[in-house]
């Protein structure tokens, strides 16, 4: 069994500082992924689902809205997420199998060594014809930032490239959605900086004097949506 990559924890002081400015002040789009997952989620009629990985519970708080009940899981739940919060590992929910309705795992699965195990655990969790979603990133985007990127264009355990094959291990057929917009502008050095520290990319001020102001910021990634077949049984 290939090993987890490092885990990412919880940001520092300068960490969450730079992100509140970067989300703040530098957001090209007026709209992130999780409105449109939560608008999918309820034209499919979704009464009970389970965000995996999910941090904060983004797209538990779109939906909680319309009074659909949600359930959250992440190993190092932040103390500003949604509740009810499953502390737990991707691989070992802690929840009845076969009840949900939907579930996603949105950019988490490169935290495991074996991703499929992850996407097992989720698939168990769903009713026969239940929904899931899992979504990366490209290990190409940032594609105006790649000559400062210490790691950039190296495949992780679950990125957009690999995705919908991995999925569809352990689903059968897939719906895959490939996506790709500038999401930053960022206006000068400062910016840059905040942006190499928000994702924890080292010696960022060194790095941010190669990079030419003003850029745009390009990220890019795939969903990949899949149904537990109707005549599957809970293991």
Request: net charge negative; hydrophobic share 45%.
């Amino acid at each position: 069994m290939a090993a987890d990559p490092a885990p990412y924890g919880l940001p520092d002081e300068r960490v969450a500082a730079a992100w509140s400015r970067l989300v703040g002040e530098h957001l090209l789009v007026e709209e992130g992924l999780e409105p449109a997952f939560a608008r999918r989620l309820r034209a499919e009629g979704v009464e009970r689902f389970a965000e995996m990985g999910s941090s904060v519970g983004p797209i538990s708080l779109q939906l909680a809205l319309d009074d659909i009940d949600c359930v959250c899981l992440d190993l190092t739940p932040p103390p500003d997420c949604w509740r009810p919060m499953v502390q737990a590992d991707l691989r070992a929910p802690a929840m009845r199998p076969g009840a949900l309705d939907a579930v996603s795992q949105v950019n988490c699965l490169y935290f495991l060594g074996d991703p499929v195990e992850g996407i097992r655990a989720a698939h168990d969790l769903l009713r026969p014809g239940g929904l899931y979603l899992g979504a990366a990133p490209s290990r190409y985007h940032d594609p105006e930032l790649r000559h400062v990127l210490p790691d950039w264009g190296a495949p992780s355990p679950f990125d957009a490239e690999e995705a919908a094959g991995l999925v569809a291990q352990v689903f059968g057929d897939v719906e895959v959605e490939w996506w790709s917009e500038p999401v930053y502008r960022l206006p000068d050095r400062a910016a840059v900086v905040d942006y190499l520290v928000a994702f924890k990319v080292p010696d960022a001020e060194e790095r941010a004097a190669a990079v030419p102001v003003p850029t745009d910021v390009t990220k890019s990634g795939v969903n990949v949506w899949a149904r537990r077949h109707r005549t599957s049984s809970t293991s």
